[in-house]
């Protein structure tokens, strides 16, 4: 496979909607779209717009991730937000994960923009990594390791299996926490559109404390679901249904 290859069910996701609504759909680190079509095709069946961006470097191949970083990801967000907003009245934005994290960043650097009505969190990974991990992940690196074991298909439900590479890209790992989290963990407050956010109780990979903190420091109106069933990849697990009914009842809220 090359690097431009995209696996199989990992490609992006566009649909002309027939409402005056969009949503932008925001997968994880080291997965990729298949990990919220559920919800990206709920929301098209909706009559929402859609725009599912595939970050760069996911989807492929390990090797190819390596090469990217916090900027190459953001970047692609803001280009998709910038897509559907050329056909949409008003955005919502939904996020999983480090798609969590981009959906907040983009509600911080699209704050002044009217047509942001709103944003979804699932899981979202809100603030750094702490000092002991940092110090841990950079003796790793220091030691001469490039990749950690993987973090996918955290879901409680033995039948489906998250698409996601089998390794964490070390150097990678510490740009979302250098330079994604660190600069926006403490502007919640800033937030001023509704969000929502949807956290497991049992997540191994991004602890809910995360979810915590964006709830007790957000700076608009806050919605908070607990989601007793599900892992981290909540959108695949027990509970994507509920994820479902609550983004679709959030959107026409905040969009009507």
């Not at 942001?116 to 002991?132: F, M, R, S």
């Not at 409680?156 to 989290?181: C, F, H, R, W």
């Amino acid at each position: 496979m090359s690097q431009t290859d995209v696996m199989p069910g990992c490609e992006p996701f566009t649909h002309e909607g027939s409402s005056t609504a969009g949503v932008l759909v925001i997968h994880g680190f080291t997965g990729n779209p298949s990990s919220m079509t559920y919800q990206a095709q709920a929301f098209a069946d909706a009559g929402y717009h859609v725009e599912q961006p595939r970050l760069p470097g996911h989807g492929t191949t390990l090797e190819d991730m390596m090469t990217t970083d916090w900027t190459d990801w953001s970047g692609e967000a803001a280009a998709a937000y910038d897509r559907l907003a050329e056909r949409a009245e008003q955005v919502v934005v939904i996020g999983l994960s480090m798609g969590g994290t981009l959906t907040l960043w983009t509600g911080l650097e699209r704050q002044a923009d009217p047509k942001l009505k709103g944003l979804i969190c699932v899981n979202a990974a809100t603030a750094p990594q702490g000092e002991d991990v940092i110090a841990m992940i950079q003796e790793m690196m220091d030691e001469g390791n490039d990749v950690m074991p993987g973090i996918g298909s955290d879901i409680a439900d033995p039948d489906v299996t998250e698409i996601a590479y089998e390794g964490t890209p070390l150097k990678q790992l510490m740009s979302l926490s250098n330079d994604g989290l660190a600069p926006i963990t403490g502007r919640y407050g800033e937030l001023k559109v509704p969000v929502l956010i949807l956290s497991s109780t049992d997540d191994h990979v991004v602890p809910p404390e995360n979810s915590a903190h964006l709830r007790d420091t957000a700076g608009g109106e806050v919605e908070f679901v607990t989601l007793e069933r599900s892992y981290h990849v909540a959108t695949q697990d027990y509970d994507r249904d509920l994820i479902n009914q609550r983004s679709l009842a959030f959107i026409e809220r905040v969009t009507s």
